[in-house]
């Protein structure tokens, strides 16, 4: 064995509480307590705290996703005789009866991505289909229903624009680290 003593293991933290099915998780990725993924990707270095759910996403690399967060919510269908789970989830109420797929299929296509070094904050609701760029912020209890920009502070229900926070150094900076290159002596709000 040949491990170089300075850093810990890199494979992915899974709390034992959490589920996660058809996911792939990056080095040293972290799953909190009782937080429920599918079929979502989630970069090297980028956590989910406690309580969260997060389906059909793509989640770059030194993402802070902070507790009780949903991430691509579900959107009940409002053209059928009920918006109840019975409309395109029967299985779980009558035998013999599967899940409607062609409804699973429009979810599957409704991705969230999400950048390298985002923060969501706690309890944000990220909807279907939103990309939220590299180096953006979402503020607590925000409800993000519009992409939101590379750098860009958003927060509010629904999420607005407060502020854009990019120091040139810096985005450079986690842009080369999510590519695997060194970065030294930048600080996220250092003066260029």
Same mark, same amino acid.
């Given at each position: 064995?040949?491990?170089?003593?300075?850093?810990?293991?890199?494979?992915?933290?899974?709390?034992?509480?959490?589920?996660?099915?058809?996911?792939?998780?990056?080095?040293?990725?972290?799953?909190?307590?009782?937080?429920?993924?599918?079929?979502?990707?989630?970069?090297?270095?980028?956590?989910?705290?406690?309580?969260?759910?997060?389906?059909? =996403?793509? @989640?770059?690399?030194?993402?802070? +996703? %902070?507790?009780? &967060?949903? !991430?691509? *919510?579900?959107?009940?269908?409002?053209?059928?005789?009920?918006?109840?789970?019975?409309?395109?989830?029967?299985?779980?109420?009558?035998?013999?009866?599967?899940?409607?797929?062609?409804?699973?299929?429009?979810?599957?296509?409704?991705?969230?991505?999400?950048?390298?070094?985002?923060?969501?904050?706690?309890? =944000?609701? @990220?909807?279907?289909?939103?990309? +939220? %760029?590299?180096? &953006?912020? !979402?503020? *607590?209890?925000?409800?993000?229903?519009?992409?939101?920009?590379?750098?860009?502070?958003?927060?509010?229900?629904?999420?607005?624009?407060?502020?854009?926070?990019?120091?040139?150094?810096?985005?450079?900076?986690?842009?080369?680290?999510?590519?695997?290159?060194?970065?030294?002596?930048?600080?996220?709000?250092?003066?260029?």
């Amino acid at each position: 064995m040949n491990a170089d003593l300075r850093f810990t293991d890199p494979a992915p933290r899974i709390h034992s509480t959490a589920q996660t099915k058809g996911c792939r998780l990056g080095r040293y990725a972290s799953v909190g307590e009782r937080t429920v993924l599918r079929e979502v990707s989630v970069g090297d270095f980028s956590y989910f705290e406690r309580h969260c759910e997060a389906i059909y =996403a793509e @989640i770059g690399k030194f993402c802070s +996703i %902070a507790a009780n &967060s949903r !991430i691509n *919510a579900l959107e009940h269908p409002l053209d059928r005789a009920t918006t109840h789970k019975v409309s395109y989830r029967p299985n779980e109420y009558f035998r013999f009866m599967g899940v409607d797929q062609a409804f699973r299929e429009r979810r599957r296509a409704q991705r969230v991505t999400i950048g390298h070094d985002v923060w969501i904050g706690h309890g =944000a609701v @990220i909807m279907p289909g939103i990309t +939220i %760029a590299t180096g &953006s912020a !979402i503020g *607590a209890n925000a409800v993000v229903t519009h992409d939101v920009g590379a750098y860009e502070i958003v927060a509010g229900s629904p999420a607005r624009l407060i502020n854009r926070d990019c120091f040139p150094p810096a985005c450079t900076g986690v842009v080369g680290l999510a590519a695997g290159q060194a970065v030294r002596g930048h600080s996220r709000h250092s003066e260029p």
